[in-house]
């Protein structure tokens, strides 16, 4: 196995990918590391895979795929990790705002004190401030949801261990929240580094608002499923009963309150609280079938009693 593994997914970059390439290659001949470069085009409609393309036929220790369209990040990720074949792996945009001469920290905090993941944080910012305000309230929202002290999750610059990424599916828009789904797979030593950042010097930034309202969705996703993703029940049919409980009450009441109390009053079907009530079992009715469902389903997935182990004795 190599050293190190970089992993650069990247979209129309094809004026920073040189100059990021030799400054990569800098710091890592410093270091006399074993190491692969992995290129993820996401797609680019500029001249970025030829580039790609070049710098491989002088290099060999470079690979590179290339998707037919534009998947994102995540999809550039995951079939990245899948390639990787470092004992530390460590991502980076391709915009020249992470800089490579973060190397060598990150690496010695994998390789040398253990850690099986260090998320870079970016402290010091040179983004627009309609980037920064909403990005602080997400890691805050995220924090607190995900019990991971991290100032910066969506950082492109980050460091793993080999295990680490090997374990990881990412998928939709979750690259936003590794942490979590590094966490969930039972990789709880995660720390974080504060690290420098650069300015974008080329092109304009792929990502916009329509972010933050995807994240926020990702992270309530991310956050059920980590919790009920095997037991759907417990959360459809928790709710599901106390609905139909408070509903049924409701609609006992009113027949009592009918025959025993105000027998000459109007009729129960008169009366608005007898909808609320009605309603109130409805719902709660289908969010039990909802959770039966639920469960029906998670029962006949393959990976329902899938869970990671970390070591073994005698077997």
Sequence with gaps: MKDLSLVIPLLNEEES???????????????????????????STDNSWNII????????NIKGVKFRRNYGKSAALNTAFKQTNGFVVITMDADLQDSPDEIP?????????GFDLV???KKKRYDPIMKTIPSKFFNWVTRKISDIDLHDFNCGLKAYNYEVVKNLEVYGEMHRYIPL??????????????????????????????????????????AFVRRF????????GLIGTLMFFVGFLCAFWLGLDKLLIHTSGRLITERPEFYIALTSMIIGSQLFLAGFLGELVSKNSVERNSYQIKEKIGL
């Design 17 to 43: 990918l040189p100059e990021l390439y030799n400054w990569i290659l800098r710091v890592i001949q410093k270091q006399e590391y074993s190491y692969e470069i992995l290129f993820i085009d996401d797609g």
């Design 53 to 60: 393309q070049k710098l491989a036929e002088k290099d060999e």
């Design 105 to 113: 920290s990150l690496y010695n905090m994998v390789r040398e004190y």
């Design 119 to 121: 998320s870079g944080w």
């Design 181 to 222: 789904l590094a966490k969930s797979e039972g990789f709880g030593n995660i720390t974080e580094k504060v690290v420098s950042h650069q300015s974008r010097k080329y092109g304009n930034t792929k990502f916009g608002l329509d972010r933050f309202i995807n994240g926020f969705l990702d992270l309530i996703s991310l």
């Design 229 to 236: 993703g095997k037991k759907p029940m417990h959360f459809f």
